[in-house]
C-alpha cells in the first residue's frame, strides 16, 4: 500500500509540475509518466485516466483532510476549501479550464454539491425543494470560485470569503426584511417557521 501511495504521489507531483507550465488538455498520459520516470503500465494501474489523477490530487490534499474534521460548520468549510484554492491557485485555474465528464468541474460540484445539501437540509428540513435551493446555491458559489480563481492575481481567500458572506447573508436578510414590510413572506412549503 506503502509502495501505491508513492507511486500516486509521483504521478500527482508530475501532473502539478506539467500544469505549472501548460493546459491540462495538452498534458498527456505519456507526458506525466515521463516527467516522474515511470512506465504507462504503472500509470493505467493506478488511475484510469488522467482526469482521475487530477480529481485524485484534489481528494487527496482536501477532501481527506476535511474528513477528519467533521466538526466543521459550512461556512468553515468554505473558509478551508478557498484558502486550499488561493495556496494552489495556478493549478486550480487550470483545473477549472477542464470541461465536460469526468472533468475536474464536474468532480468539484459534485462534492461541493453534496457538502451544500447536508447544510440546506439543516436549514430546510427535509423539505421537497432542498433539490432547488442547493442547486440555486451551489451554481453560483462554484461559479464565483472559478471567476475568483481565473483573475491572474485573486485577492486572499480571507477576503474573498469575507465578500461571499457578507453577499449571501446581507441579501438573504435585506430580501426577508423587505418582504416581512410588504407581508409579502412566503410561508415554508411544510408550514415551519421559515429559518431565516
Known sequence: MADSNITKHALAAALKTLMADRPFAKISVGDICEACGMSRKSFYYHFQDKYELLNWIFFTEFVTRMQQQPELTGWQMLDEICAYFYENAAFYRRAFEVEGQNSFSEYFHDFAG???????????????????????????????????????????????????????????????????QEGAVPPPPDGRPDPL
Open 114 to 180: 453534496t457538502v451544500l445539501a447536508c447544510e440546506m437540509e439543516q436549514i430546510f428540513g427535509k423539505e421537497e425543494n432542498i433539490a432547488f435551493y442547493t442547486d440555486f446555491y451551489l451554481d453560483a458559489l462554484v461559479c464565483a470560485i472559478r471567476r475568483w480563481l481565473k483573475q491572474r492575481d485573486p485577492m486572499p481567500a480571507a477576503q474573498f470569503c469575507g465578500l461571499l458572506k457578507r453577499g449571501i447573508v446581507g441579501v438573504s436578510g435585506s430580501v426577508m426584511e423587505k418582504l416581512s
